[in-house]
């Protein structure tokens, strides 16, 4: 099968603190309940990507990896990661605040749950005056944050317990005000969350293992109080506090940007108004591609029909014919996307 880019039917979750952004911004009809979440390119089972175009339409894309590792994820990806997609993308909508929250690392999903761990990094799409995020410790909560040894942790792990059962956690995060643009990597163990009026763009492994440490008090969708993960938060969490959260980067327009190079994944984004040709044959990876402003087109070369991506909405590139280009839509436009692959 001639393989092409992979557009893909919404996949939207309707959650507690979430709006109407995403909804309007693809759009789609309003939706009767608030959407957080859009999971753009998603392999996890619970929440599967349907393909929209071409000859594959109506296909998952668990089923198709499948069927085509090699060609889709790349031969060095799909053997690392045994023939599954390593990467789930979402765009998030932030009405009201998310839970302050953390994520395990490889070997602890691995020992508890059987799954990968979760790194993640968020790029601000839009955010209202004066809205912010929590990434990592603002003090420590340990005795000595230059050296956390195993008594230090345990002293730091009981501080985290109190304050969580205080409902005083907030007061030690590191707070962020935001704009659009900005960039931050979370690694798993690093304690976050995004606040209200914020919509951002989230690349992440594929993994949805998530333990909850403070949501406010407040009942979820079905009326019921939120289950919180305290102790397993209390394991999870890197306690070590750093001088700076934010991912600095110098945005170029009309150039490729580079915003994150982890041994997880590679994350550009690239500003054009001109057909810009990306080869990346040579990382032997899937590229995922989200449409921040303006549609654009990706051409898989001579003779083949373009693929139209529209703001608001993604495509996974195989890594068969990661040699592309890009095209603004419209005679005179301007296109901005993210980028998302697994460097070699």
Known sequence: ????????????HPVVWGGDAINAWKGLPAAPQPIGESWEVSAVPSSVSIIANGPLQGRDLISVIREHPEEILGRSVAAEYD??????????DARRDLSIQVHPNDEMAARLHNKRGKTEMWYV???????YLYAGFSESLAPDNSHIDQAGRESAMDEYRRMVAEGTITEVLAKHEVKAGDVFYLPAGRVHAICSGILLAEVQQSSDVTY????YNRLGMDGQPRELHTELAAEALNYHVEDDYRTAYDYQPEQVNALIDSPFFKVNVVDLSKPTSRNLLAEDSFVIVMCLRGDCRIGVGEGTE????REGYSALIPAAIAHYVLTPAQTDGHSVVLEAYIGQ
């Open 1 to 12: 099968m001639k393989l092409y880019p992979l557009l893909f039917e919404p996949n939207l």
């Open 83 to 92: 023939n599954q997609l390593p990467l789930l993308v979402k765009f998030i």
């Open 125 to 131: 799409i839009d955010a209202k005056p004066g809205a």
């Open 212 to 215: 909850r440490i403070f949501d």
């Open 306 to 309: 373009e693929t139209l991506l």
